[in-house]
């Protein structure tokens, strides 16, 4: 049974710092690209960063780069993204997604919820 299981969301305040996990099971995490989205109230899903299998390859929507950091732990199936200087905008449901290279398909999480306010 594939799951992905994410962690780490919360309530924090502008300029402050999260790190989200995704533990994988039920698949072969090593051969999979892994990436974050997320989706706020009222707006379309957004791809926030992606990795590839080796974790050499990484990219990000512009307007985290250089705050969000995604990162992956292949023995562990675990995939992070680390999130500092928070802002109000960043508040969404982030879910991580598994995707075999190749194929349009892939495994959702069920999401976390990230609210930044003060």
């Known amino acids: 049974q594939v799951q992905l299981v994410e962690s780490g969301g919360g309530l924090v305040q502008p300029g402050g710092s999260l790190k989200l996990s995704c533990a994988a099971s039920?698949?072969?995490?090593?051969?999979?690209?892994m990436r974050w989205y997320r989706q706020a109230p009222g707006q379309e899903r957004e791809l926030v960063a992606s990795?590839?299998?080796?974790?050499?390859?990484?990219n990000y929507l512009d307007s985290v780069k250089g705050r969000f950091t995604i990162s992956r732990a292949n023995a562990q199936k675990t995939v992070y993204l680390q999130m500092n200087g928070l802002k109000p905008e960043d508040t969404a449901v982030y879910s991580c997604?598994?995707?075999?290279?190749?194929?349009?398909?892939?495994?959702w999480g069920q999401g976390t919820q990230v609210t930044v306010s003060s």
């Open positions: 039920g698949f072969i995490f090593s051969n999979y690209n």
């Open positions: 997604h598994a995707r075999y290279p190749g194929l349009s398909d892939g495994y």
């Open positions: 990795i590839d299998t080796t974790g050499y390859r990484r």
